[in-house]
C-alpha cells in the first residue's frame, strides 16, 4: 500500500496516468473514469470532517481519493492491491 498525501501538491501516476494532487474531483474522474464507489463529505461527531472520496478499480490496483474538505483537490491518494483469487 502506498500513500501520498497532500498539501505538497505532488504527482502520483497511476496506471501511467499523471495524477496531480492539485486536480479537482471532476478532472480526476476525468482521467481515471467513472468512480466504482463515492461518498460524501461527512462530519463525524467524534473523528471529525472527512473530504469526499471516490474509489477506482484499476487493472492492477485500487485507488481510494480522498478529497480536501476546503478545496476541490485531491487530499489523499491510498493505492492498494486487489484481493487475488485462488483458482
Keep these: 500500500m502506498v ?7 505532488l504527482t502520483a ?7 496531480p494532487l492539485s ?3 471532476a478532472e480526476t474522474s476525468g482521467a481515471l ?3 466504482d464507489a463515492s ?4 462530519k463525524d ?3 471529525g470532517e472527512y473530504g469526499a472520496w471516490d474509489v477506482f478499480r484499476m487493472p492492477k490496483c485500487r485507488v481510494h481519493v ?3 474538505l476546503q478545496e476541490d483537490s485531491i487530499w489523499r491518494l491510498t493505492f492498494s492491491l ?3 483469487s485462488h483458482q
Aim: aromatic share 10%; no cysteine.
Design 33 to 35: 473514469g467513472a468512480a
Design 66 to 68: 480522498e478529497y480536501d
Design 3 to 9: 500513500f501520498v498525501d497532500g498539501p505538497n501538491k
Design 23 to 25: 486536480m479537482t474531483r
Design 13 to 19: 501516476y497511476v496506471s501511467g496516468v499523471p495524477l
Design 82 to 84: 486487489e484481493k487475488l
Design 45 to 47: 461527531d467524534i473523528l
Design 39 to 42: 461518498g460524501p463529505r461527512i
